[in-house]
């Protein structure tokens, strides 16, 4: 018997969806790139186990919501503030 964890298995077809185009070639095994700002994108690249966070899970299901999984920059699109996404990085990595 198994069980199912949505948050996990969605943040990965986003990955999938998301991990197409030149700008993937450029990512180390074990991180993914993703697109952070509200007017001028600046790209990040961050490990994998973010995937794991519900807050992280959050802004995935907020850039599912406003962007959709059609994202052209080859990136994943995360809709908030540099600041805001940098100060979450700074949470998750602290030990």
């Given at each position: ?28 095994k074990g991180y993914f790139s993703v697109y952070v700002g509200e007017i001028q994108k600046k790209r990040f690249v961050v490990p994998i ?47």
């Amino acid at each position: 018997m198994g069980f199912h964890l949505p948050g996990i298995v969605n943040a990965k077809q986003i990955l999938q969806r998301a991990h197409v185009g030149a700008e993937s070639k450029n990512v180390p095994k074990g991180y993914f790139s993703v697109y952070v700002g509200e007017i001028q994108k600046k790209r990040f690249v961050v490990p994998i186990s973010y995937l794991k966070n519900p807050a992280f899970q959050t802004l995935l299901s907020q850039a599912e919501e406003e962007f959709g999984f059609d994202h052209p920059m080859g990136g994943l699109t995360i809709p908030c503030t540099e600041e805001a996404f940098i100060n979450l990085s700074c949470y998750l990595n602290s030990p």
